[in-house]
């Protein structure tokens, strides 16, 4: 893979035709919906060809994977879309953009202190598991308004939305079920009062139901192997 690689820039193209397509069937702005390309199964190099194929934000799921990749592909926007223990906060912290799946007091504190430590505000979402899926991340929507309380006393982490994976099974009716979960969760706590609580963002929606999350509200959809098909 190069570069200039034609099947990378269709697919891309192709992506964001779809996102234009569900946003406006769903009477929204696909100016609205950030797409992250996933970089999970795929090397430095190829993320870089993504990156200069025009997708600024990049998204990786392991976070000493995000550490190579952010080395290497230095002008993108980089989202950690995947589980992060605390003993990795410290590493992670100044590469990201966005962290999405804060789902613990434990980690928002970690990410914190480091935050604190090295002066920088960090912007991050938190994981809500609206599936019910054991293998599954993520808070219970019993447990969101006591991290969101929490999170007021933060003064360098700023909870900028939520985010959420829809059922393994269960096709797209399940999606949306899991998708309107989150947004009425969002919706539920959207009055908030603090200044770095601001739950504007909904990361929800991947290669295979995107369009359905989009269709629920989604601002972010992370889509990994609709990009690589064919590269």
């Not at 079920?177 to 919706?187: G, K, S, T, Y």
Request: net charge negative; glycine share 8%.
């Amino acid at each position: 893979m190069n570069e200039g690689n034609p099947i990378l820039h269709q697919n891309l193209d192709r992506v964001r035709e779809r996102i234009r397509e569900a946003a406006e069937a769903a009477g929204r702005s696909p100016a609205d919906i950030t797409l992250i390309g996933v970089t999970k199964y795929v090397t430095p190099n190829q993320a870089a060809a993504l990156r200069i194929a025009g997708c600024v934000d990049l998204g990786e799921s392991r976070p000493q994977q995000l550490w190579t990749k952010a080395e290497q592909v230095p002008h993108a926007r980089w989202h950690l879309v995947g589980h992060l223990q605390r003993n990795k906060v410290r590493q992670t912290v100044p590469l990201v953009t966005l962290i999405h799946s804060v789902d613990s007091h434990r980690l928002l504190a970690s990410i914190e202190r480091e935050a604190h430590e090295i002066n920088q505000r960090v912007d991050v979402l938190l994981e809500v598991n609206v599936s019910g899926d054991a293998s599954k991340y993520g808070l219970t929507g019993d447990e969101l308004p006591r991290l969101l309380e929490k999170a007021i006393e933060c003064s360098h982490v700023h909870v900028c939305g939520l985010m959420t994976m829809a059922a393994r099974e269960g096709g797209p009716v399940v999606a949306g079920h899991n998708f309107a979960a989150l947004r009425m969760l969002r919706d539920q706590f959207s009055d908030q009062v603090s200044p770095n609580i601001n739950l504007s963002e909904l990361s929800m929606g991947m290669s295979g139901d995107f369009e359905t999350a989009i269709a629920e509200g989604s601002t972010m959809v992370r889509i990994g192997s609709l990009l690589w098909e064919g590269c």
